[in-house]
């Protein structure tokens, strides 16, 4: 690059300097107050230059051109490559349609972190007195990012296919309670549903320590002794309600419901697995009992607040499953056994029916489990190996084999409903009887009429009817103990209920829609 010297003429107002020996700094120091006063960028910018010696406004130039070439060259994919600034949204964003791959749901907040302060729903606060079951001063934990009760406009084609689909999702299940009312079963029930609502602690779960609650303060024996497991002792409780047809939405314990599917959905963990309610005692329990609420609660309502939690709930019972055998059992992949799996197939079951996705692959692996435990071709069912289980892991594995596609016509299957009828129900075992009793429904015909007769007799002779313990159950056995009153209540409550659970995955029509195999 040349550099000329600039023309000697000075513009309009500028006064010359006339340097000479001994005077030159005082002269450009004027000279330059003189174009600070004119004011001209232009002028100085010139001076600027005048005064920079060439080679350095040679390089800079140069310089300037030779980086813009360099990046015209540069191939697209790695302009891609450079770091951007984005702002937080958008990174909220991308990090949840990773964790999300089939349902979009923000992360849930644990609740010790929120600030517990009184929640409105439907224009109605949580702690109004208006309720039979909405005790003063009620608190509960603000849901912020849920939205789990959201008002959505009305969906036509949405509400028919949930109620016209198989099972008959949310018709007729609160009128046929209604009904029942006239029988002393029903009337068993309803006492049931006062004993556990009664004994709903403040922040609207449960606990298997049921001298926990408030208005309890002890007046009721035999409490559990798992009292870190309150996911499960939550959904369990809420399990007898949803069964005799009372939701968030309908019936006379709309709000002990809606507090219960907040304290459930508050305690779910997301992570790309799905949602996790996996607890120190419940463990996979927890989940599978959790997962059968939210999914029949979906079911029952066509409450679309709900589907993301539930949809999260079973892909993590998919994620949960022993890749190798098939199972589950207390962790999430561990070698199963049948006990845990038959919650996460009832959980299943209820998701497919309420038109979650459930992959075939994890419904065919469940099948080549139970065929891993089975005896005597299929009629006897053991705990984690053929011939060590009882007559609970029995009734269980049978009750899946009927959800898992096998028709009344195997020959296994009659062997052991027949198994079933000779051994009659159990005086004390509640985890067994509630199994058998749905297996026997399903059977139908004079086997189920006389089981039902039976089970419903002594239920309604051990229930007790005097003091606080009125409406509840305590028998001692293993699961019984650990539970304790309140377990054995709702369990008692839902075997009750089965011939009436209209619109559940308990419906014979239910049994017949298969999974995908």
């Known amino acids: ?77 790695a302009l891609d490559d450079v770091p951007l600034l984005s702002t937080a949204v958008d990174k909220i964003e991308d990090f949840e349609e990773t964790l999300q791959p089939v349902i979009d749901l923000p992360e849930v907040t644990p609740v010790e972190s929120l600030v517990v302060a009184p929640l409105v729903l439907d224009d109605e606060p949580l702690g109004s007195p208006d309720g039979p079951d909405a005790p003063p001063s009620f608190e509960v934990a603000a849901v912020t990012e849920i939205g789990l009760f959201r008002e959505f406009g009305q969906d036509t084609n949405f509400t028919q296919s949930i109620s016209t689909g198989p099972g008959g999702f949310g018709l007729g299940r609160s009128g046929g309670f209604r009904i029942r009312l006239r029988h002393p079963d029903g009337q068993a029930v309803a006492a049931a549903l006062k004993w556990l609502a009664e004994h709903q602690l403040p922040d609207g779960g449960w606990n298997f320590d049921h001298g ?36 968030h939405q309908d019936g006379d314990y709309k709000m002990t419901v809606k507090r219960g599917l907040y304290f459930l959905v508050n305690r779910m963990k997301l992570s790309n697995n799905g949602g996790s309610f996996h607890e120190p005692g419940g463990r996979m329990y927890s989940h599978g009992l959790a997962s059968i609420v939210l999914c029949e609660a979906y079911a029952m309502t066509s409450d679309r607040g709900l589907l993301p939690a539930a949809q999260n709930a079973i892909n993590f019972i998919s994620y949960a499953q022993d890749p190798v055998g098939g199972g589950w059992r207390y962790e999430a992949k561990q070698s199963g056994d049948t006990s845990v799996v038959g919650w996460q ?3 299943l079951k209820s998701g497919h029916m309420a038109y979650l996705q459930v992959p075939a692959t994890t419904t065919q692996a469940a099948y080549r489990y139970l065929d891993s435990v089975q005896s005597e071709s299929g009629s006897r069912y053991g705990y984690t190996h053929p011939g060590q289980g009882s007559q609970a892991t029995t009734a269980i594995g049978l009750l899946c084999r009927m959800y898992l596609g096998w028709k009344k016509d195997n020959p296994a299957l009659e062997r052991g409903v027949q198994w079933i009828a000779q051994q009659g129900p159990a005086p004390n075992d509640m985890y067994y009887n509630y199994y058998a009793t749905q297996v026997m429904l399903h059977w139908d015909g004079s086997p189920w009429r006389k089981w039902d007769a039976s089970m419903k007799k002594q239920l309604i002779d051990t229930q007790a009817k005097t003091g606080h313990e009125t409406g509840s159950w305590h028998f001692k056995h293993s699961h019984g103990n650990q539970g304790g009153r309140l377990y054995n209540t709702a369990m008692a409550a839902m075997t009750l209920e089965v011939d009436y659970r209209i619109s559940s995955i308990y419906k014979q029509q239910s049994v017949e829609e298969d999974f995908p195999l």
């Open 1 to 77: 690059m040349d550099c000329k010297p600039l023309p000697k003429a000075r513009p309009a107002g500028m006064k010359t300097v006339k340097k000479v020996h001994g005077a030159k700094a005082t002269g450009v120091r004027e000279e330059m107050d003189e174009r600070e006063a004119t004011g001209s960028f232009v002028v100085w910018t010139r001076y600027l230059m005048h005064d920079t010696p060439c080679w350095l406004t040679s390089m800079v130039v140069h310089l300037v051109v030779m980086l813009a070439l360099a990046l015209l060259s540069l191939p697209q994919d």
């Open 212 to 247: 926990l609650c408030p208005s309890c303060h002890g007046k009721c024996g035999d409490p559990g002794t798992l009292d870190k497991a309150r996911v499960g002792a939550t959904a369990l409780a809420l399990l007898p309600f949803l069964g005799a047809g009372k939701t």
């Open 345 to 347: 197939i009832m959980a």
